[in-house]
Every structure is written in structure tokens, then in C-alpha cells.
T-cell receptor
């Protein structure tokens, strides 16, 4: 079974802090994704990556950056946290270049910015 | 542009009754369709997918989904609901074709299914 592990289930940070969310997958997947989930808005894509050191903006990249130095690890960075970034953050991965591969999700990080 | 609509925020059904969670989609090419389930405080779990072939797709936990190309729909169904099916359900679509966005999924806003005893 594919395992996607997010480093923290719950995180509390203060406004203005730099915040790192880590995600590791164990299936040698090429593709990795970061979403945020808010009630009534569903999942919104922040950034994704198709290969090491490669990244593409999703629908809401403002205020975020990402890093993919190794194939198995995809980090989401909040450069200067703000209260409107309080949310559930979900990481996902998928294999190959074909469109029929499902994404596999971690259990999420519930982030609160005070 | 790709998009997914889940017209119902909530679906309520009695245990033992059939359930349907609706999904319609919009893509310009061939659609690749997925259903996911999310239990409280967990990530999304893959249920089933439609790529090509039979319009009725069977997935995990007794769920199935019916693809209807003329109505651009991909409704999730189960013949007999269980209380343990209560969860948040997401439909997602991906467009087949070449290009760097090949892996992107477009999600609906989710439908909360409640099955009462």
C-alpha cells in the first residue's frame, strides 16, 4: 500500500512565523501535490511537482512556496504566516505520467495561525 | 477548462436504503473520473475510477459509479447503505492528453453523506 506521511497532524504557529509542512511518500512516485481544504470550498491546489527540483503553481500559490530536493519529499513553506492560512493541509502523490493513476493522500495537517 | 459539480452539499439516507451521490463534470477531452471518501480528521481515500470501457464501475466497500457521457455525469451509488458509510465524498476529474498538467485532478466541493440507523 502507498503511504503518504505528513510530519504533523496538528500545528499551532504565530502570525509572521515561517512555517514548514513536510510530506514524504514511500512509493517512488513522480508526482506530488499540496492542497488546502476549507469548509464549503473543497480542495484547492496550492502547488504541485512532477519531478525533483521542479514545481508548478496551482490555483492559490500566493503566500506559499515549495521545495522538492528529493523525490520522496515535498515541503510546503508559509513564508510569513497569516491568520487566513489557518486550514487543513493535505499532501498527495501519484505515480507515472498517465492520467489514470489515482492520487494517494496523507492524513493532513491541521494548521492554526494565531 | 476542467470542472466538477456536486449539486448536493448533503445527502441523508436510512440504513439499508440505496444511496446516490451526484457528480457532473466538464472537460474538453476524454474524462478520467474518480471518487474519494474522507472520514473525519483523515485524508482522502480512493474509492474507484472510470477510465474507459464499461459505464458501470465497481469500487471499494460495495460502492459503484455510473458514467453517462451524454449527461456528463458520474454518480456514486450503493445498493444498501451502512451507518459506517457516513463521510464526506469527493468527485474529481482529470482530462486525458499530453502536457505538464497531466497529473492534476479537479475536485468538486464534496457531499456530506449521513446514513441514519
Amino acid at each position: 500500500d502507498v503511504k503518504v506521511t505528513q510530519s504533523s497532524r496538528y500545528l499551532v504557529k504565530r502570525t509572521g512565523e515561517k512555517v514548514f509542512l513536510e510530506c514524504v511518500q514511500d512509493m517512488d512516485h513522480e508526482n506530488m501535490f499540496w492542497y488546502r481544504q476549507d469548509p464549503g470550498l473543497g480542495l484547492r491546489l496550492i502547488y504541485f511537482s512532477y519531478d525533483v527540483k521542479m514545481k508548478e503553481k496551482g490555483d492559490i500559490p500566493e503566500g506559499y512556496s515549495v521545495s522538492r530536493e528529493k523525490k520522496e519529499r515535498f515541503s510546503l513553506i508559509l513564508e510569513s504566516a497569516s491568520t487566513n492560512q489557518t486550514s487543513m493541509y493535505l499532501c498527495a502523490s501519484s505515480g507515472g505520467r498517465g492520467p489514470n493513476q489515482p492520487q494517494h493522500f496523507g492524513d493532513g495537517t491541521r494548521l492554526s495561525i494565531l | 477548462a476542467q470542472s466538477v459539480a456536486q449539486p448536493e452539499d448533503q445527502v441523508n439516507v436510512a440504513e439499508g436504503n440505496p444511496l446516490t451521490v451526484k457528480c457532473t463534470y466538464s472537460v474538453s477531452g476524454n474524462p478520467y473520473l474518480f471518487w474519494y471518501v474522507q472520514y473525519p480528521n483523515r485524508g482522502l481515500q480512493f474509492l474507484l475510477k472510470y477510465i474507459t470501457g464499461d459505464n458501470l464501475v465497481k469500487g471499494s466497500y460495495g460502492f459503484e459509479a455510473e458514467f453517462n457521457k451524454s449527461q456528463t455525469s458520474f454518480h456514486l451509488k450503493k445498493p444498501s447503505a451502512l451507518v459506517s458509510d457516513s463521510a464526506l465524498y469527493f468527485c474529481a476529474v482529470r482530462e486525458g492528453g499530453r502536457g505538464s498538467t497531466l497529473g492534476r485532478l479537479y475536485f468538486g466541493r464534496g457531499t456530506q453523506l449521513t446514513v441514519w440507523p
